[in-house]
């Protein structure tokens, strides 16, 4: 009877699981978020009458750029990683927490830094007519990326006390 009520609980545990995956949306992973961005246009290719050599600069221009940024943005991840140990420790030290947050806000500003610079080069390569459609595509993607630089990292991890602000919490 023992073994019976172990078999059965098992059963209900296994059905379960097979349910939560069998509820899961087909297809809606990475592999088919890397398949649909390689079939959809880049917005810097829609510039309505982009010469051939416009458009080989500014794939140079954006690959250059994306060279540099990804280590940097690599080095990002692991200072915030980082930032999320020191900040869980069992005795805090506000000393490193506050080094590791100076370090992430120099590394961001060097990445907005190079999009910047990378999103002047692709204007200084556009007519007039070019530029205010490019720029008009700009201001809707602005949010730290530049031109061929895709969606962020996603939610942030709050390491605040749950009100406004970053401060304790005054419970």
Not at 38 to 66: C, F, G, H, R, Y
Not at 70 to 91: F, G, I, S, V
Not at 126 to 153: C, K, N, Y
Request: with cysteine; net charge positive; aromatic share 2%.
């Amino acid at each position: 009877m023992k073994q019976l009520t172990k078999i059965s609980a098992l059963l209900i545990l296994l059905g379960g699981f097979a349910t939560t995956l069998w509820a899961q949306p087909a297809g809606d992973g990475p592999q088919k978020r890397m398949k649909q961005n390689s079939q959809v246009e880049k917005p810097i290719m829609k510039i309505p009458d982009l010469t051939d050599a416009q458009k080989e600069k500014i794939e140079d221009i954006q690959l250059n750029t994306m060279k540099q940024v990804q280590p940097m943005k690599n080095q990002l991840m692991e200072k915030k990683a980082h930032l999320r140990t020191l900040t869980t420790a069992e005795k805090v030290n506000m000393s490193a927490i506050n080094s590791q947050i100076d370090e992430i806000a120099q590394l961001e500003a060097s990445i907005q830094k190079l999009q910047a610079a990378s999103h002047q080069g692709v204007r200084n390569l556009l007519t007039d007519e070019q530029r205010i459609v490019f720029d008009a595509q700009s201001g809707r993607r602005m949010g730290g990326h530049g031109p061929g630089f895709g969606p962020g990292e996603g939610k942030g991890q709050g390491h605040g006390s749950g009100k406004c602000g970053n401060g304790p919490s005054n419970k």
